[in-house]
């Protein structure tokens, strides 16, 4: 379906625009939805024994290439459409930062929303709905890291997380990559690090060694 709709949106002779608001929530559902794939109870049934509980198949890393195609086609229908519908994107951003500020939503699910956000929003959008909570997010990414179960998943939210802090690295061309207080490496600014994004985050941004980023991540100047 997914890939039926990204055909459609890339044929220049179809006129979608009257379409556009019922194309939208099938496409979030991919991106965001909790159960995405056969379930472990029709896989039970079918005799085919692959679930593993959390409504994926055996792999748990199955159902993500179906979340970013996902945000692929927001992306691009976001850019195509925002013109003729003003709240068009932020409607979408809206619905994927509540996804991600939802505790109770599996990795997948935040996987989606981070993903969909940093996409529509941009480097912005990183700044303003993202990092500002990754402090409180930390607790779920270390919980996730330390169950067997979900670590796979865990470590998938944590590149998507990675990936927009890194669009804050490539806007901040001409900015001095110094440290925050003249600190010249990234591990002296972990500190730093894990009060603005938490102990999991500050790890991989201290051990990418990337004195930009670390800037760029630190930086308290926003620019609208």
């Known amino acids: 379906m997914m890939h039926a709709t990204a055909a459609l949106l890339s044929n220049p002779t179809i006129y979608l625009d009257p379409y556009i608001a019922s194309i939208v929530p099938p496409v979030l559902t991919c991106l965001v939805g909790k159960h995405l794939g056969p379930s472990h109870v029709s896989d039970a049934i079918n005799g085919n024994g692959n679930g593993n509980g959390n409504g994926h198949t055996q792999n748990p890393l199955a159902h993500f290439p179906l ?10 229908i976001a850019k195509r459409y925002a013109n003729t519908s003003t709240t068009l994107k932020p409607r ?16 997948g699910t935040h996987y989606g929303a981070i993903t969909g956000l940093t996409g ?25 890291l330390a169950d067997e179960s979900r670590k796979m998943e865990a470590e998938m939210v944590i590149g998507a997380i990675m990936r927009g802090l890194e669009s804050l690295e490539r806007t901040a061309v001409g900015r001095d990559e110094r440290m925050v207080n003249g600190t010249g490496d990234a591990e002296g600014a972990r500190d730093k690090l894990i009060e603005k994004v938490g102990d999991v985050m500050a790890d991989r941004i201290v051990a990418s060694g990337r004195a930009k980023l670390v800037s760029a991540v630190l930086e308290n100047d926003v620019s609208l």
């Open 67 to 76: 979340r970013d195609l996902a945000a692929s086609i927001l992306v691009n």
């Open 92 to 107: 979408i951003a809206r619905t994927c930062l509540k996804y991600f500020l939802d505790p109770g939503k599996p990795f």
């Open 120 to 144: 529509i929003t941009g480097p912005e959008g990183v700044r303003l709905l993202i990092l500002p909570n990754l402090k409180l997010y930390d607790a779920i990414l270390r919980e996730g």
